[in-house]
Nanobody, 114 residues
């Protein structure tokens, strides 16, 4: 399984950004897909996940601001981020789970700054 993330960049506080992740390869066993992030000097943390049937889970810090979605036919998972704050600055990683195996994308940098 290969995950290709895109959509990061520089945005001002209060702005919006959309991240996308395309999965390829042997993806038929993939169950949960999601996004994690890692800020400088901090551990990687969960942002949001979505199951194959659409059940979502969000970190408290992004609830109400971020929306995760998944298109099983196009093998993509997206993260719509709104009301961005400087604390959202991080490298965002796409993630996919297949049983006990996890796959990671290459990461895309999101910088929230004026």
């Amino acid at each position: 399984v290969q995950l290709q993330a895109s959509g990061g960049g520089l945005v001002q506080p209060g702005g919006s950004l959309r991240l996308s992740c395309a999965a390829s390869g042997s993806i038929f066993g993939i169950t949960v897909m999601g996004w994690y992030r890692q800020a400088p000097g901090k551990q990687r943390e969960l942002v949001a996940t979505i199951t194959a049937n659409g059940r979502t889970n969000y970190a408290d810090s992004v609830k109400g601001r971020f929306t995760i979605s998944r298109d099983n036919s196009r093998k993509t998972v997206s993260l719509q981020m709104s009301s961005l704050e400087p604390d959202d600055t991080a490298v965002y990683y796409c993630n996919a789970k297949e049983g006990l195996t996890q796959y990671w994308g290459q990461g895309t940098l999101v910088t929230v700054s004026s």
